[in-house]
């Protein structure tokens, strides 16, 4: 499995299995089926409900802890210093383990708490609780801010990324202070499955419409986790790693970056 180089020192899988809106009955069996699939990276959160089901489901694929990189995020409702601390108790209790990534899940900039969440995640990973620490939807001048008031560099940040909004500032914000990007919703609800640099690779290396824009991702030098239910797509997502798009190809697909979100805008969304 391709890596992703952390700024601690710790790598991350460069593809994974996101876990948002996976019920949570049928999340142990998933991520256990994920798991005996090769998938090395879980990506949970508090919000999501079913952390309960990302512990058993590992406990379940019966493979040592140190194989499968677990996520999960703090939620907004629980930014702060000593609501984090007591958020993080709660999630591990749920998973049943300590994660090996906790993530501010927004920033929330209205409530004024991510500098303050933030130290109490340098506290945890201080004490050896959480491998890394880092951030979600982060902006650039959210980033500049918690690094500048507090000299800890998160490892990377989860943002909203597919071929219709490419991120390209904030990408380049990433590299220049040594920060991972990881991707989210990086299928981009298919709208870009037609498009003609998709499917002209597509048929060019025999793969599909998702193949190629995971394989996008990866080619960006990003960490992705996609979201499957279905077994077949499970395994279709994973297998990425048996072709590559040519510069050319690159090119075109960053054709497709039209600026638009299909998520909320970090400025305001609490
Ligand atoms: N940090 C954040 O704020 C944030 C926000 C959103 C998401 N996330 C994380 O990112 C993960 C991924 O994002 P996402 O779940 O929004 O979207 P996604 O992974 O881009 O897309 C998931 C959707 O695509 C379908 N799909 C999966 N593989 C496919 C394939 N090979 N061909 C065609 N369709 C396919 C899935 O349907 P089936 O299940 O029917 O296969 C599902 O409807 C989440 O699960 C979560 O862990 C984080």
């Given at each position: 499995?391709?890596?992703v180089?952390?700024?601690?020192?710790?790598?991350?899988?460069?593809?994974?299995?996101?876990?948002?809106?996976?019920?949570?009955?049928?999340?142990?069996?998933?991520?256990?089926?994920?798991?005996?699939?090769?998938?090395?990276?879980?990506?949970?959160?508090?919000?999501?409900?079913?952390?309960?089901?990302?512990?058993?489901?590992?406990?379940?694929?019966?493979?040592?802890?140190?194989?499968?990189?677990?996520?999960?995020?703090?939620?907004?409702?629980?930014?702060?210093?000593?609501?984090?601390?007591?958020?993080?108790?709660?999630?591990?209790?749920?998973?049943?383990?300590?994660?090996?990534?906790?993530?501010?899940?927004?920033?929330?900039?209205?409530?004024?708490?991510?500098?303050?969440?933030?130290?109490?995640?340098?506290?945890?990973?201080?004490?050896?609780?959480?491998?890394?620490?880092?951030?979600?939807?982060?902006?650039?001048?959210?980033?500049?801010?918690?690094?500048?008031?507090?000299?800890?560099?998160?490892?990377?940040?989860?943002?909203?990324?597919?071929?219709?909004?490419?991120?390209?500032?904030?990408?380049?914000?990433?590299?220049?202070?040594?920060?991972?990007t990881?991707?989210?919703?990086?299928?981009?609800?298919?709208?870009?499955?037609?498009?003609?640099?998709?499917?002209?690779?597509?048929?060019?290396?025999?793969?599909?419409?998702?193949?190629?824009?995971?394989?996008?991702?990866v080619q960006l030098g990003c960490?992705?986790?996609?979201?499957?239910?279905?077994?077949?797509?499970?395994?279709?997502?994973?297998?990425?790693?048996?072709?590559?798009?040519?510069?050319?190809?690159?090119?075109?697909?960053?054709?497709?970056?039209?600026?638009?979100?299909?998520?909320?805008?970090?400025?305001?969304?609490?």
């Open positions: 499995m391709t890596v180089k952390l700024n601690d020192g710790n790598r991350i899988p460069a593809l994974g299995l996101g876990i948002w809106q996976i019920p949570a009955d049928q999340t142990g069996r998933i991520v256990s089926l994920a798991i005996g699939m090769g998938y090395g990276l879980i990506d949970g959160a508090a919000i999501y409900g079913n952390e309960v089901g990302l512990g058993q489901g590992l406990r379940d694929a019966a493979v040592p802890r140190e194989q499968v990189f677990v996520t999960t995020k703090i939620w907004n409702d629980r930014q702060g210093h000593d609501e984090t601390l007591r958020a993080f108790d709660e999630s591990v209790a749920r998973l049943g383990l300590e994660p090996d990534l906790l993530l501010i899940h927004w920033p929330c900039p209205d409530k004024g708490l991510y500098l303050d969440t933030w130290r109490a995640m340098i506290r945890l990973r201080e004490e050896g609780r959480v491998r890394s620490i880092g951030v979600s939807n982060f902006m650039g001048d959210h980033l500049e801010r918690l690094i500048g008031d507090t000299g800890v560099t998160p490892v990377l940040n989860q943002i909203e990324l597919h071929p219709g909004f490419q991120q390209v500032e904030l990408r380049a914000l990433h590299d220049r202070l040594g920060i991972a990881q991707c989210w919703t990086p299928l981009g609800k298919g709208q870009a499955f037609d498009a003609a640099p998709v499917q002209a690779i597509a048929n060019r290396s025999g793969k599909t419409p998702a193949q190629v824009i995971l394989r996008w991702h960490s992705v986790i996609p979201r499957s239910t279905h077994e077949g797509r499970l395994a279709q997502n994973m297998d990425v790693f048996d072709f590559s798009l040519t510069e050319d190809e690159m090119a075109a697909m960053a054709t497709l970056d039209n600026g638009t979100r299909l998520g909320p805008d970090p400025r305001v969304f609490s």
